[in-house]
């Protein structure tokens, strides 16, 4: 029982700010990032800057739910099971939300004509 309890805390404590980050992006005014390092679109290069946000905030939202999610699951069969769903979702959902973000960037990127 000790276990679930410390496991559950350090669940929350860890994808808290995943969660937040996703309420963040969502309720920005302004375009987001994805990339760590990387300065965001500038607001002239979004076609809609609001539905890119929202869309981007509820990537990161889901992120942190699908976790939650994983481990709830994976409590019913032991540790184990938490241990490579939870896994399968931070390298799964990693791959999934670098796909998704290089699709909206696709959807609401503004196309630049040649350089004259």
């Known amino acids: ?22 309420v963040v992006q969502y309720r920005s005014k302004e375009p ?26 509820l990537m990161w939202i889901l992120y942190g739910v699908g976790f939650i999610a994983c481990f709830l699951c994976g409590m019913c069969f032991g540790g184990l099971a938490v241990a490579y769903l939870c896994m399968a979702e931070a390298f799964g959902g990693l791959l999934g939300m670098i796909a998704y973000h290089n699709r909206l960037n696709r959807m609401y990127g503004r196309k630049q004509g040649p350089c004259m």
């Open 1 to 22: 029982m000790a276990e679930t309890i410390f496991s559950s805390v350090v669940l929350l404590i860890s994808i808290s700010p995943i969660i937040i980050l996703g």
């Open 32 to 57: 987001v990032g994805f990339w760590a390092g990387k300065k965001p679109p500038r607001r002239e290069e979004i076609t809609d800057v609001s539905a890119y946000n929202h869309k981007h905030g």
